[in-house]
């Protein structure tokens, strides 16, 4: 999970939502009447509006960063505040983001994976905490080596684990069952696999310094389209990047 900078919407945008208000089906819609609100967001231009989040947020989902496209069969335009508990939510493109289809599509299945949900097509109309669009929260997201998203914040990290399910299934005593549909757990793995080749190959070349790292790190959150689990990537090569700060070198 990477902190997701919202860009202010352009004026086709802002023109229809205001189209929408002033409609009798919106002024007829109660709050609550999740039906309804519905039919009034399917009239934005979703396309135009998935298309500037997908820039937003590099082509990764917005909960999992695994990679989304502009597809509306793999890519979700979800609200972070439920549609359901707040009309003028509902049509607030700050609280618009892409996400994936979180293991409900076939094509999501990866390889030898049970059909466990995650991301939105688990948490479904549950609020949750932790928000991508929070500075704050972000960067209390921390990963371990063996693939597992976590944080000190107890109601952030129950978010994670039970609302999102990002860290797959567990048995009742706690030990790890299995992966969800997306291969969330694998994905983070492999990326901390990769930081860990970064800093072995800069080693072997002599230009293992703060610099150089920095200079990864840039790369990568500068990329359009970032590479899926970036944010794993990231955090390892902060850490090695603080430490060799601290060494002086």
Not at 205 to 214: D, G, I, N, Y
């Amino acid at each position: 999970m990477i902190y997701i900078s919202k860009q202010k919407p352009d004026k086709e945008i802002l023109d229809k939502i205001a189209e929408i208000k002033n409609s009798s089906e919106w002024k007829r819609a109660e709050n609550g009447d999740t039906k309804a609100i519905r039919q009034c967001f399917d009239n934005l231009p979703k396309a135009h509006i998935r298309k500037r989040i997908l820039q937003e947020q590099h082509y990764l989902c917005a909960y999992c960063m695994r990679r989304i496209n502009d597809n509306p069969l793999y890519t979700t335009i979800e609200h972070w505040f439920p549609l359901s508990k707040d009309k003028e939510r509902a049509l607030d493109y700050n609280n618009m983001i892409g996400v994936c289809r979180g293991g409900a599509s076939s094509d999501d299945v990866a390889e030898g994976n049970k059909r466990e949900l995650c991301c939105d097509a688990y948490k479904g109309d549950e609020e949750i905490t932790i928000n991508p669009l929070n500075p704050a929260h972000m960067k209390l997201i921390k990963y371990t080596k063996d693939g597992v998203i976590y944080t000190s914040n107890p109601k952030l990290d129950e978010d994670i684990k039970e609302r999102l399910r990002l860290n797959g299934v567990f048995h009742s005593d706690g030990s790890f069952k299995c992966d969800t549909t997306t291969g969330l757990v694998k994905g983070r793995r492999d990326a901390y696999q990769k930081s860990r080749m970064i800093i072995e190959v800069l080693d072997r070349k002599r230009k293992l310094t703060s610099a150089a790292v920095r200079k990864q790190i840039d790369k990568m959150e500068q990329a359009e389209m970032r590479e899926e689990f970036v944010g794993v990537v990231v955090f390892f090569l902060e850490r090695k990047y603080k430490s060799l700060v601290s060494q002086g070198k």
